[in-house]
């Protein structure tokens, strides 16, 4: 009976507590409005398995800015309203990542571009690595994806018609474009040792992110050595090691000439020796220390491939499953005069609009990152009558704005053709059409990432005619996890005459 009232009124406690609490954040700090907490869950319940509807559906309620506690922790706002989440996404003190403690055990010898601050460093990092990206994109681009098409489509071939699942395939294809831009490496076969080891590391680290991991859950894991956990400091040692391996290697080698990122951010280092005071504003900090630059190199890999592979997989799916859709861009291809043993090359794209518009209308249509990357105020922000406090969590819904009926007619219906209405099909700052991100954080493999979109679903549907065996019927909202990944499918590839 004793240990009943305890228990009553230490959950009351609890409850009463989060009432208060969220009354307070709510009525006296003016946080935007949202669901009252429930103990310990807070407003996860509400989020479901498809927490980017779920959240739109709020905003019915509570209009276009809202704030909602995840599980324990403080609440976060979300953004559906497209010109408050630009007019956000916009603001240099909405530019910071929150907190995340398996980044901080990753990064123990420097933080990168993914989570480091809004600073001077990352601004440098940042222009330094997207003009390495710009400048390999004009000369080397179509060779680098032409090579990892060519294990892609070899592969396809020896499956013989049959049907096959071709997410391993996708990924290693992806990754071998990944270490060729940055490392240079030209691999083998999927089995090379170098190319393995960047599998896995991807592998583990986009497990470590999950925000549901033990480490980011309870921080304080991280000191402890369990049996049933990943030890991520393994991790981060197999991580420096070959990011090291790969840097001295590249130093030994360079003679001026840049054929990949490594080497562009060795010149810059190289020119840095020469004038010690051209990246410093401050007596004796360092803007250019290698570690800080070889975590921005793996943000590069983690976040490349990820979002790349998830794409590209979705794109396979709708291309089987739209057949028609699959002849029109044949169709244009053959009045290209393409022939089946040709490469597409992506600087041709303005002869392609329609396949153009069917990439871009499935990234529309799934918006695989449908909160994009969260960002944290770094300051307290008054937006609307309301107050984002300093170092709250906020995330843009982007599968909202992307499927907001302000830009686009019947949004929720699949139609590639709406994209050949645009002035500027090509164009990168399309009107409701965010997938690449916005604002002071965007994508910084935004230009590959469009190349290898186009240059995939060109090349693949000019070889294979792709379809999915009569039997197979995926699940077409996927599955939410970090990003919006493709269901388990398999598909059947064909070859052209």
């Not at 929720?412 to 954080?441: K, V």
Request: proline fraction near 6%; charge should be neutral.
């Amino acid at each position: 009976m004793v240990l009943f009232v305890v228990v009553s009124l230490v959950l009351l406690f609890i409850l009463f507590y989060a009432l208060l609490d969220d009354l307070y954040l709510l009525k006296i700090k003016r946080l935007p409005p949202g669901p009252l907490s429930l103990p310990i869950i807070g407003g996860l319940h509400l989020l479901g398995q498809e927490p980017y509807k779920s959240v739109e559906n709020m905003a019915a309620k509570y209009g276009g800015i809202l704030s909602l506690r995840i599980g324990v922790r403080e609440r976060v706002v979300y953004v559906t309203d497209p010109d408050l989440a630009k007019q956000l996404l916009s603001s240099e003190y909405l530019a910071d990542r929150p907190s995340l403690p398996f980044f901080d055990i990753i990064s123990k010898e420097g933080h990168g571009i993914g989570s480091r601050p809004y600073d001077f460093t990352w601004k440098l990092h940042t222009r330094i690595i997207y003009s390495s990206i710009s400048k390999l994109i004009q000369t080397q681009l179509d060779d680098v994806l032409r090579n990892s098409w060519e294990y892609l489509f070899k592969t396809l071939e020896d499956s013989k018609d049959e049907p096959i699942s071709p997410e391993t395939t996708i990924r290693t294809a992806v990754m071998m474009t990944m270490g060729r831009f940055i490392f240079g490496h030209e691999y083998a076969s999927a089995d090379d040792p170098k190319l393995r080891l960047l599998l896995w590391l991807n592998e583990e680290t986009m497990r470590g992110v999950s925000p549901l991991n033990h480490v980011n859950l309870i921080p304080g894991l991280q000191y402890i050595n369990l049996p049933f956990y990943p030890n991520y400091r393994n991790l981060n040692m197999a991580k420096e090691n070959f990011l090291n391996d790969e840097f001295e290697s590249h130093k030994k080698k360079f003679d001026g000439r840049t054929v990949d990122i490594m080497d562009m951010i060795i010149k810059e280092l190289k020119e840095d020796e020469k004038d010690s005071m051209k990246f410093r504003q401050k007596q004796r900090e360092e803007f250019l220390l290698p570690q800080n630059f070889l975590m921005s190199i793996f943000t590069l890999i983690v976040g490349g491939e990820q979002t790349l592979s998830n794409n590209l997989l979705w794109l396979l799916l709708y291309t089987a499953k739209h057949q028609d859709c699959q002849e029109k861009i044949v169709k244009e291809l053959r009045n290209n005069d393409v022939l089946a043993t040709d490469f597409v090359q992506f600087h041709h794209k303005e002869k392609f609009p329609y396949t153009t518009a069917f990439y871009k209308e499935t990234m529309r249509f799934i918006t695989t990152t449908f909160f994009g990357v969260p960002r944290t105020a770094s300051a307290d922000i008054h937006v609307n009558g309301y107050t984002i406090p300093k170092g709250t969590t906020v995330f843009p819904n982007f599968w909202s704005i992307n499927h907001n009926e302000r830009y686009w007619s019947k949004p929720h219906e699949f139609q590639p053709e709406r994209f050949l209405e645009l002035e500027n099909l090509h164009s990168s700052n399309i009107p409701g059409f965010i997938i690449f991100g916005y604002g002071r954080r965007p994508c910084i493999g935004s230009q590959v990432g469009r190349a290898c979109l186009f240059s995939f679903l060109c090349n693949i549907i000019n070889k294979f005619h792709v379809s999915l065996p009569p039997d197979e019927d995926p699940d077409m909202r996927g599955h939410t996890r970090l990003v919006i990944e493709p269901p388990s499918f398999k598909v059947i590839f064909q070859k052209r005459a």
